[in-house]
């Protein structure tokens, strides 16, 4: 399984942003898809899940209301948009993959893509 990212980048704090991650390879790997992210000096947490088959959707705390995923079975792509953002998003995304149970744990997912970096400043 291959995830890529894309979409982000520098914007200034109310800003908003949209990140893709594009999945190839085994479709059983994409049953729940999720969003990750890492600061400086901080463990990677978890930001945003989907269930794919039924697009059930999990969101950590802090960006509830601001941060939605969604996803395009066509193109087998999960989008996060990312709106109202606050200097404390800052950090590197990661898409991840392979979960059973579409948990916010890093643990739970087997899969993983490079990372993007989002900067709010």
């Known amino acids: 399984v291959q995830l890529v990212e894309s979409g982000g980048g520098s914007v200034q704090p109310g800003g908003s942003l949209r990140l893709s991650c594009a999945a190839s390879?085994?479709?059983?790997?994409?049953?729940?898809m999720g969003w990750f992210r890492q600061a400086p000096g901080k463990e990677r947490e978890g930001v945003a899940s989907?269930?794919?088959?039924?697009?059930?959707?999990y969101y950590f705390d802090s960006v509830k209301g601001r941060f939605t995923i969604s996803q395009d079975d066509a193109k087998n792509t999960v989008y996060l948009q990312m709106n109202n953002l606050k200097p404390e998003d800052t950090a590197i995304y990661y898409c991840?993959?392979?979960?059973?149970?579409?948990?916010?744990?890093?643990?739970?997912?087997?899969?993983w893509g490079q990372g993007t970096q989002v900067t709010v400043s």
């Open positions: 991840a993959a392979g979960a059973w149970t579409c948990e916010l744990t890093v643990s739970a997912y087997p899969y």
């Open positions: 390879g085994s479709s059983y790997a994409t049953l729940c």
């Open positions: 989907i269930s794919t088959g039924g697009g059930l959707t």
